[in-house]
Structure formats: C-alpha cells, structure tokens
C-alpha cells in the first residue's frame, strides 16, 4: 500500500517536473513546446529521477555496509571525492568532455571510499564513521579550492560555483545519459546484493558462516556506489543529504531490512530530488538556487534531528 | 563419520586443529580465554577464511552457497548485538529457518522488534535463528550466556534432542565446565590455538585451567598469571 503511494507520487512528481511552471506551456507553438520539453525539462527530470534515485540506494547499500544509519555519499565524502576528480579532470588536466568527467569523478569517489575503509574499518562506530566522513570531506574539499586555484582558467572559481552546489539546470538528453546510464546499471547491480546485505545484519560473522564473500560484497557496494554516485556528480554536482534520508524513511517499507531497502530508497530518493528541483523552480525568489542548496536546508536539520534521537536512544 | 577437518588455520591467528566429530555427538569446547575456541568454531564455519581439510557428510562446506549452507551448519556468535532493529520473526527467517520454530517458546517475542528485547529473550531469538534451519552441524559459541538458570538447562536439552533427531551433531564452546560435564558426550581442551587434551580428567587440566576439582567445586590452584612477571 506505501510502495503503491510512493510510486504515484513518483509518476506525479514526474509529470509535474515535465509539466510545471504550467502557464509558459499553453501559449508555445508546438514545435518550441516539443524543443523546451525535450531539451529542457526532460533532461532535468530525468537527471533528478536518476541522481536521486542513485543517492537513495547508494545510501542504503553504504548504511547496509557499515551497518551504521548515518553512512550516506555525502557524510562519508564520497561526493566530495567525486567534485575533486572531476574538477581535477576538468581543470587540471583540461579534459571537459562527459566521459573524461565521469572517469575522473567515479575514481575520486573511489578514492574517497578507499581512504573511509582504511580510516573507519569495515564495521564503524558512528563516530569513527563520521569523524573519518569528516575529513575525507575537508581534505577533498580543501583539494578542490587547491585545484581551481591552480587552474589556468581565471574564470575556474565563478565556473565551478553552481556546478559545485549541485545543478540540474541546463544539461542536455546526452549528458542526461551519461550520468543516467551508469546510475541506472550501479543501482540494478545493487539490487543484486540486497539479500547478502540483510544476511550481513546478523552480523560479518553470521553472513560469513552463511556463505557469503564479506568481503567482495564490501568491494562490489563500493565500486557501484562509486560509479553511480561518481557519474552524476559528474554531470550534476555534489546534491547532499538525499542519500541520508532517503534510506531512513525506506527501511520503515521493509520493517528495517537494510538491503531490501535499496529499491524503495532509490525510489524515495528520485521523489526526494524531483520534489527538492521543483521547490527551486517553483520558489519566487528571481534568481535559481542551487538544488544543492534546497537539500542541504531540508537534510542538515533532519540530521541534527537524527544525532539527537539516536543519542538519546543510546543513552536510554 | 560425520565431521572430519585437518590442519585447519586461519590467517594472522595463531591456531592449528584437527577434529572429528560423529553423528549424534554434542561435543563441548572448553579452554581459558584467548584458547582458540572462537578460532576453531570460526574455522569449522568458514569465517575469516580458513585453509585445511574438511568434510561434512564428504561435502566441504566452504564450497557451498547461501542457498544451502544453512541446512548443512550454522554458527551461533558470541556477541548479542545487532545492528538493525529487525523484527524476530524476520531475524530467524535470514538464517534460512522457519521461524515457526517453536522449541524455544518465542510466540510471544517473534513479532517484536529485537532492539526492545532483554539480552537474555534476543539470546533466545538468535539461538533459533541458528537452529531453525535444522543443520548437520551445530557450531554454537557460549549459547547459554545471558540465559537465566532454567533457560540453560533447556537449551541444553533442546540441543540435545535436536541432534536425537539423527544426522546431526553440536560442538559448543562453553566457560562452564559442570555444564560441560553434564551434557557433553565429549570435551575437547583447547590451549594456546591447539586441541590440548581430551576430557577433564586428566593431569594437565589443573595446568590449562589453573584450578582443581575439590569435591563439588572448583577452586584455583595458583593465582592467575601476572604478565609483567613472567620472563
């Protein structure tokens, strides 16, 4: 019945970020109707469905993982590792095609996923967790300043602003699939490792003893987590916070299974970011805010929520 | 014969064992602490990656996937701790049992989150959700911790008519050495990672354990060692 509400929200979040603003529409000839909704709105929706639903179940794989509800892309600074491959591809290198910028994002997200490994251990408490999460984030976004200060472009800084705070504006159907192809492969592979995922709730040792390869499941959540995270921040920019959320209200779907919760979290999190691109077209305000920004005021107080309950939880 | 393992060792442990065990034996395992009894059930279920022989029924279980090593063992850790506040009933179904299993009177408990359960009812709930899956062989490490007196006695026997059953078979580390005298066919002393001695009988046990039986008790023969003393 709840997966049944979230899917028609889904499709109506959808439909409402191809459709609204509404009023711009009717007045169009059809064929700049047909232009402004294939190359405008429906990159932008599809960026968000696919970049949502990638942070959902990344999200939900890494709190999977580190059997910890507060790992997710962002606190974990794998999204930061990701804005640091690409702006060193980007400018440091010069390369500014889609696929160079892919590369050199997934490789910074799995350098930054790496580097939490080794950090934090397999099984992290959630102040090692966020402690290493911490600053892997400011050493990645020290190198990012470091490399757009280094650039020979002087417009590096003024360029990288908006795509840094997250963006979905303005890209086209090709960059869509760049970021959308990869994410949708990382999240089917995922999917895959759902029910080893909930046998490692009972444990490393449990899941092991049940015939499962600890530890290239651990490999496989960090490559496709470092993928799908890795193109879309490559296209779109660092979006914070969903990959948080999103898995949190998820496991309420699958009476706290962790990895069963991927689909829905990578559904919550496509709604999430749909709904998040529609507050910042629909917000009159005169000037766009980065989607980046939207998130970050909705998440940063549900986290601060969150440490709380679960401190209080701990000590009770 | 039913288990057979040798030259079993698991990277960076210092351990080293062979063991045999029948069909219908309930073998404990006893030893102080740091002896190797984690080490040999761990090596025996496949964790942390173990080399040397063994069979189960002529089948290496390491070679076996999820689908079917549950029906062949199944591993009860020590800790108690789990990180999800999963519901009972879906905890047993994980380990690939039925969790209708009713031996251990859980009805009342199976609906429940296992983060609101006492330590000694989630002890319950993790016990069935090794032995829900009816397995060859039993690998359980201090099942009878955090039970209250009555709930040891019956987890004894519920072990005990579970390998009754036929085909089956149990190797249980344990600190209590009367439970242990009890309820075991058998008693492997394990000191330093290796299968010392046989039994509690013998000589050497008083030098493992540092203590002696004294009619019904047991009481300790030299204090316990000092480790900035030694050599």
Redesign the interface.
């Known amino acids: 019945m709840r997966a049944a509400l979230l899917l028609v929200a889904l499709a109506l979040a959808f439909a409402a970020s191809i459709l609204l603003p509404f009023g711009l529409l009717g007045s169009l000839d059809p064929d700049i109707l047909w232009s402004l909704i294939v190359e405008l709105r429906l990159p932008r929706a599809l960026l968000a469905l696919a970049y949502g639903a990638t942070l959902g179940a990344s999200g939900a794989a890494v709190q999977a993982l580190f059997a910890n509800p507060l790992a997710s892309p962002d606190l974990t600074g794998t999204t930061s590792g990701a804005a640091l491959g690409a702006v060193v591809t980007a400018y440091l290198f010069g390369f500014a095609a889609p696929v160079a910028l892919s590369i050199g994002s997934v490789v910074g997200a799995l350098g930054a996923l790496a580097l939490l490994l080794a950090l934090a251990g397999p099984k992290a408490e959630t102040a090692t967790l966020l402690l290493s999460g911490l600053a892997i984030s400011a050493l990645a976004g020290a190198l990012t300043t470091l490399a757009l200060a280094l650039a020979p472009s002087p417009f590096a800084f003024y360029d990288a602003y908006d795509w840094l705070m997250g963006s979905l504006i303005d890209r086209s159907l090709e960059q869509a699939a760049f970021a959308g192809l990869p994410a949708v492969l990382a999240i089917a592979l995922l999917l895959r490792l759902g029910p080893a995922l909930d046998r490692l709730s009972l444990g490393e040792e449990v899941a092991q003893s049940l015939g499962h390869d600890v530890t290239r499941l651990r490999l496989w959540v960090i490559c496709l987590t470092a993928l799908g995270v890795g193109a879309c921040v490559a296209i779109c920019g660092a979006i914070g916070f969903v990959g948080l959320v999103a898995p949190i209200f998820a496991r309420r779907l699958t009476r706290g299974h962790p990895g069963r919760a991927i689909l829905p979290a990578a559904l919550v999190g496509a709604l999430l970011l749909l709904v998040a691109d529609l507050a910042v077209r629909l917000a009159p305000l005169g000037r766009t805010l980065p989607i980046g920004v939207v998130t970050a005021l909705i998440g940063a107080p549900f986290f601060l929520w969150l440490v709380a309950h679960m401190r209080w939880r701990l000590a009770s | 014969m039913m288990l057979e393992a040798s030259n079993l060792s698991l990277p960076g442990r210092l351990f080293d064992a062979s063991i045999r065990i029948a069909e219908g034996e309930l073998v404990c395992l006893v030893g102080p602490n740091g002896s190797g009894k984690t080490s040999l059930l ?1 090596a025996l ?4 990656g173990p080399s040397g022989e063994m069979r189960l029924d002529g089948i290496d279980p390491r070679t ?7 029906g062949f ?3 009860l ?1 020590a ?1 108690r ?7 009972a009933r ?2 047993i179904a ?3 049992g039925d969790a209708s299993f009713a031996a251990l009177e859980l009805d009342r408990l199976l609906d429940r ?1 296992v983060d609101t359960l006492s330590t000694g009812e989630r002890s319950r709930v993790l016990i069935a ?1 090794a032995l829900a899956p009816r397995p060859k062989l039993l ?1 359980l490490d201090e099942p009878t911790a955090n039970l209250d007196p009555l709930w040891q006695i019956r987890l004894m026997e519920l072990v005990r008519a579970e390998i009754g059953r036929g085909g089956r078979a149990a190797l249980i580390a344990i600190h209590d050495l009367d439970a242990a005298s009890r309820y075991a066919d058998r008693i492997i002393v394990m000191r330093e990672g290796r299968i010392a001695a046989e039994g509690l009988d013998g000589p050497q046990v008083a030098d493992i354990f540092g203590i002696e039986r004294d009619g019904a008790e047991w009481r300790a023969v030299r204090a316990p060692a000092d480790p900035r003393s030694s050599p």
């Open positions: 761990h279920a496949g964790i942390a076996l996937g999820p689908a079917r090593r549950p063992l199944t591993y850790p800790t701790d789990i990180a999800w506040p999963l519901v879906d905890l994980l380990g690939g989150r959700r690998l």
